[in-house]
């Protein structure tokens, strides 16, 4: 059984930056690729980034948003800067055996989601 957990999620002015982490429970994290996804109010759950052995990022925050992993660790993280208040949303972790994938419905586990507010 795979557990996510998020952490870093908060309250920033536009512009700012933050860092979200999340801790996976598997022995064979290298063997998983690892997404960031968010849902803001009233919208679909969306791709925002995911990582094998190296990121992919969605249009809408390629160049502001890194993807990051530490095999070592168990851990895959999301630097986020430039913020804008249209980022404001929760942020899930997602894990899927294999290969990145951009599709939510790819992936079998997932977080309980940490709340990013950006305020203009």
């Known amino acids: 059984q795979v557990q996510l957990v998020e952490s870093g999620g908060g309250l920033v002015q536009a512009g700012g930056s933050l860092r979200l982490s999340c801790a996976a429970s598997?022995?064979?994290?290298?063997?998983?690729?690892m997404g960031w996804f968010r849902q803001a109010p009233g919208k679909e759950r969306e791709f925002v980034a995911a990582i094998r052995w190296s990121g992919i990022h969605a249009d809408s925050v390629r160049g502001r948003f890194i993807i990051s992993r530490d095999n070592a660790k168990n851990t895959v993280a999301l630097q986020m800067n430039s913020l804008k208040p249209e980022d404001t949303a929760v942020y899930y972790c997602?894990?899927?055996?294999?290969?990145?994938?951009?599709?939510?419905?790819?992936?079998?586990?997932w977080g309980q989601g940490t709340q990013v507010t950006v305020s203009s």
């Open positions: 997602a894990a899927r055996r294999g290969l990145v994938e951009r599709q939510k419905e790819k992936y079998d586990y």
């Open positions: 598997v022995p064979t994290f290298n063997e998983y690729a």
